[in-house]
């Protein structure tokens, strides 16, 4: 299976460490990276693995969902020199993303809780190519939730399959079946069919009656709700079962920093 880190570092890092070479850098040392702000922890055991590969020990760091601050040591390892000094950058970097997007998350989720203890805030397919496998595992470690991870492992109709394929009627599948309908007639049509209504741009106000009445027809139902502004996540969460966001994957990195010391000898 392709591991994700060896194709950062080849790119970091293709043909060798020029600075360290002519700086003849040598021995063992460790390697502390802290945080400058708050954040949340996610991915770091992955970040471990990678280093156990590369011959290095990793003697700490903070683990997936818990919270850290401004001087926190949230990953800590120690071995070759060369080694901490090829993997420092792109290991801050990774950090300063994964640790960004379960923060966010995390606040999105608090926020959206405190009306709604139930409503499930979920992101979508939307990750950057390549980097999916960590921005969903930041997401849970956020407390949020997948609502879909791939055109695979689900089945979602949207507008522009209505486009295509006009009409139809019920469905049999063992997994759930999402429809986003076009229109405000198609959403009382598929409400009796569908396990759960995707819907987009609706205003909140509009929530309060309509979401009562879809599920009058289908009282199994749930209501899914998109393409919302993040501030706005309290006025929707009191009405629909799952708010649907892509804002964790663009939340901005971390400030994080690197401290590389070499290791005296006893």
């Not at 392709?2 to 080849?10: G, N």
């Amino acid at each position: 299976m392709l591991d994700f880190f060896d194709l950062y570092l080849f790119e970091d890092c293709p043909y060798g460490d020029e600075t360290t070479e002519i700086l003849g850098v040598k021995g063992n040392g460790t390697l502390r990276i802290l945080s400058r702000e708050y954040g949340v922890a996610a991915c770091s055991d992955d970040l471990e693995a990678f280093y156990k590969k590369k011959g290095l020990n990793v003697t700490g760091y903070i683990e997936n969902g818990k919270e850290f601050g401004s001087g926190d040591t949230i990953f800590e390892a120690e071995g070759n020199l060369k080694e901490l000094f090829k993997l420092w950058r792109i290991s801050q970097t990774f950090l300063s993303m994964v640790c960004s997007i379960a923060a966010k998350t995390k606040i999105m989720v608090d926020s959206a809780k405190k009306v709604n203890p139930d409503v499930i805030l979920a992101t979508s397919r939307k990750t950057h190519p390549g980097f999916r496998k960590y921005e969903l595992k930041a997401v849970r470690a956020g407390g949020g939730d997948h609502h879909r991870n791939s055109l695979s492992d689900s089945i979602l109709i949207t507008q522009n399959h209505f486009n295509i394929v006009g009409s139809f009627g019920k469905l049999s599948s063992m997994k759930k079946i999402e429809i986003e309908p076009r229109t405000r007639e198609e959403l009382f049509k598929y409400a009796g069919i569908a396990d759960v209504l995707l819907l987009d741009h609706y205003k909140a106000e509009e929530l309060e009656t309509l979401v009562p009445a879809l599920k009058s027809i289908n009282p199994k139902l749930e209501v899914a709700i998109g393409g919302i502004d993040v501030k706005n996540i309290p006025e929707y969460a009191r009405f629909v079962d799952v708010i649907v966001t892509t804002a964790p994957y663009y939340a901005k990195p971390l400030d994080l920093t690197t401290k590389i010391e070499k290791m005296e000898k006893f």
